[in-house]
């Protein structure tokens, strides 16, 4: 809201309250953060909780929201913020990305696709996870369980020959559509 208060009359920040119970909701613009601005406001709330889980801000910690909250017998808890770890891959690292097996299927075949995928971006959320890009621009977005860096991101796997003409074969790649076929010197 910061950047926008020029355009809310002044509002930097916006107080939302949500009763878990009955599911109501109501939200609050506030200027600042001041210990009076939300005293004020939980003594003209209609309703009054038994518990009250905020985050670990400073507004709800001073010593007159805390007064007030003991006052009336509010049971008042914060949420702790699991911070993810650092990340394992990094923007621009070529990246394979898990196949899924079902229950019963078995096999030698590698767990990981042949495609290459680029990161684009890391997301640092509660599990870090990255936004990929394949060679046509699709973007998607994986956990770092399901991916793996390719050792060798320049080299693709022949599925087949499709035909022979001197010394070049058109080959189909493993993994790719028909699109893909292409010419290469034979081996």
């Not at 009336?72 to 394979?96: C, E, L, M, Q």
């Not at 060798?152 to 189909?172: A, C, F, S, T, W």
Request: with cysteine; charged share 30%.
């Amino acid at each position: 809201m910061r950047p926008y208060s020029s355009f809310n009359r002044g509002h930097h920040y916006i107080l939302t309250v949500i009763d878990a119970l009955s599911k109501y909701a109501w939200a609050i613009p506030l200027k600042s953060k001041e210990a009076r601005r939300l005293t004020k406001i939980i003594q003209e709330s209609e309703r009054c909780p038994r518990n009250l889980q905020t985050d670990m801000g400073k507004e709800f910690y001073n010593a007159d929201v805390q007064k007030l909250l003991k006052k009336h017998n509010v049971n008042h808890y914060s949420t702790v913020i699991k911070i993810a770890g650092p990340a394992k891959f990094k923007v621009g690292d070529s990246i394979r990305v898990s196949k899924y097996k079902t229950v019963f299927e078995k096999g030698c075949a590698s767990n990981w696709t042949t495609k290459i995928f680029k990161i684009v971006k890391v997301q640092h959320i509660n599990l870090v996870t990255y936004v990929l890009e394949d060679y046509r621009g699709k973007v998607i977005a994986f956990y770092d369980h399901e991916l793996h860096r390719a050792t060798h991101p320049d080299v693709y796997l022949v599925e087949k020959i499709l035909r022979r003409k001197g010394d070049e074969v058109y080959v189909k790649w493993l993994e790719f559509d028909g699109s893909h076929n292409s010419w290469i010197k034979a081996v």
